[in-house]
């Protein structure tokens, strides 16, 4: 008697002759299965090292088939069911899995066995693929869009170019030492994912969600695309020149290089960057409130706009020559020896900011037109050499100690109630500067221009004002003047000089 599966696989074979969507059987110029062993595997399902090029397999029911080495180069299992199937070693590029027109289901092989098949070029769009078995196979330039590989094994695979674009769904997924090099994952559901050693340089990931993800120290991600990305946990990472524009970090970026990195408008929210490379980085409106940059690099990073309030550690970080215009700096920022040589800190806010025990706060040669430093503790920082405050705001700021020598203080700077005690203003420029009710005790205004500078009620205890320009400056009330400095000022022009 004939086995319903004989008849069932001679049917199939009959009916494929009918289909349109595949060339006949007499008309296969570019593969050649054998029809015999076509045969074979839809009687027997077991068809290992099998020659199945370009078979036309659409629909067919394939669980728990073996076809180990098999070769199913340009094969159409589109709608095939292969839960479980054997399929390692087996040749599969260009194989199509995907749904079509005439047959709108992808094929299944879920749990099915791909370790080093060949699957360069396939077309797996859709196709379920959870929890199947693919270490060490090759992906390259494989169509996966859409595909869902959940808890899927792709350690070692080699998916260079692959396409894993629109809501690839890989929670999960293992795919540690896996090739991703330019491989597009746009949108991809990659939370909880394993990709320990895996290379993910020049890949794009924009959008995808790497929630849990594990991306241990070290991970290569450099040139990568990760805009509007949710991603953390890159302890150590390579992420130098890769595009983060609007992505989401969080946990720790401690040792991360980021160099040339773009994140403009990315949200780093208390995120941990100690020690990490941002050097010439783009973060442009970006989002670091509460962030810790302590000993971070960001020599000729541009952070205009940024936000870097509320505590934000600042500690030791190299900022030389970075563009920090119109950032938010305020609400208690640390910045303890931070490096800000040459930085540009136009119309920044620094109100409240920090520089704990004297922090040796560096600011030589910075650009501070407009900046908000009311408030702010900067005591013993060093402003020398031609600092700009043209039109800074310094309401209350302790400046006590801080080295302002050359600094440029014209254009309205307003240092009302500002501690200048014991600072260095030597060769200043504080041309109709107010500095009422500033405690200059202490400080050292030998060479200044004072012109039409308002000191109305400063404190000027011990205060060293030879040479200085006094023209038209206003110190009404002052205290602490001797009766030698109270006859140079009337001398040299200055008005409302104490009796």
Known sequence: MVSIKKLLGTAFIVSIGFIPMFICINSRPAYGYSEKDLKRLLETDQCPNCDLSGAPLTSANLTGANLLGANLTGAFLTGANLPGADLSSALMAGAVLNPTTQVPVAANLTGANLMSANLSGAKLNGAFLGGVKLPGANLTGAFLSGANLTGANLSNAL???????????????????????EAHLVDAGLFSVNMTDANLTGANLSGANLNGATLPPGTNMSGANLSG?????????????????????????????????????????????????????????????????????????????????DGVNLTNADLTGANLTGANLSGGVILSGVNLTSANLTGANLSGAIAIMGGGVILTSANLTGANLSSASLSGANLSDGVILTGAILTGANLSGVNLTGAILSGGVIMSGTNLMSANLSSAYLSGANLSNANLTGASLTAANLTAANLTSAQMYSVDLSNATVTGANFQGVQGLTSEQEQYLKEHGAINVPQ
């Open 159 to 181: 998916m260079d170019g692959a396409d894993l674009n629109v809501t690839s769904s890989l929670p999960g997924a293992n795919l540690s030492g896996a090739n991703l090099h």
């Open 229 to 309: 990305a949710f991603l953390g946990g890159l302890t150590d990472a390579n992420l130098s020149g890769a595009d983060l524009t609007g992505a989401t970090l969080f946990g720790g970026l401690s040792g991360a290089n980021l160099s040339g990195a773009n994140l403009s408008n990315a949200n780093l929210f208390g995120v941990l960057l100690n020690g990490a490379d941002l050097s010439n980085a783009n973060l442009t409106g970006a989002n670091l409130s509460e962030s810790t940059l302590t000993d971070a690099k960001l020599p000729g990073a541009n952070v205009t706009g940024a936000n870097l309030s």
